[in-house]
């Protein structure tokens, strides 16, 4: 079995530009800039050969590059069941075409259909029951986050592995988007 996901990349530079922002949450497992993408489709754990059909099934896909922003910040979950404080990105065309050609290809090579609505966004913090008035000030003070624009010009199948120090990503495979 091997955990998967889809992703597109953060650039280095919006990823540096990000790290001054972790911080004023009590108990926050601050990602490392290394870990920052957006997700298109979390797949989870599936055996080496639903794999091979995934990475396929991406390997088809045809859609076209396009600009992206990050903008804003929130988080998910509810008062003392807050578990994640995140980087918005601006909804565009272009990303969805992408995230749903995405799920149309995990369709395709058999896994099951995703049930969560679609939120584009840059993990920057885990959290396990925290102080519910940081996280309200946290969310204030980035909300007016607004990146400059950069370009998406392809996306990955990435892998996931638990370590002591959480999750570490491994870029798996590439897929290039068709430059106009």
């Not at 903008?71 to 990303?95: K, Q, R, Y």
């Amino acid at each position: 079995m091997i955990r998967l996901f889809t992703a597109i990349a953060i650039p280095r530079d919006l990823g540096e530009d990000l790290v001054p922002r972790q911080y004023g949450i009590d108990g926050a497992r601050w990602r490392p800039v290394e870990a920052f993408h957006i997700t298109l489709r979390f797949v989870g754990d599936v055996p080496e050969p639903d794999a091979a059909d995934l990475d396929e099934e991406l390997a088809a896909i045809t859609a076209p590059a396009f600009d992206l922003r990050l903008a804003g910040a929130g988080h998910f979950g509810e008062g003392a069941d807050i578990h994640a404080v995140w980087a918005g990105v601006e909804d565009t065309p272009g990303l969805t075409r992408l995230q749903k050609a995405n799920e149309a290809a995990a369709r395709r090579a058999g896994l099951k259909p995703e049930t969560r609505a679609y939120r584009p966004h840059v993990t920057l913090a885990y959290l396990k029951r925290p102080p519910v008035p940081e996280v309200a000030a946290w969310i204030q003070g980035h909300n007016l986050l607004r990146s400059p624009l950069f370009r998406v010009d392809r996306f990955g199948l990435y892998s996931s592995w638990q370590t002591k120090e959480g999750s570490v990503y491994r870029l798996e495979r590439e897929y290039p988007l068709v430059l106009e």
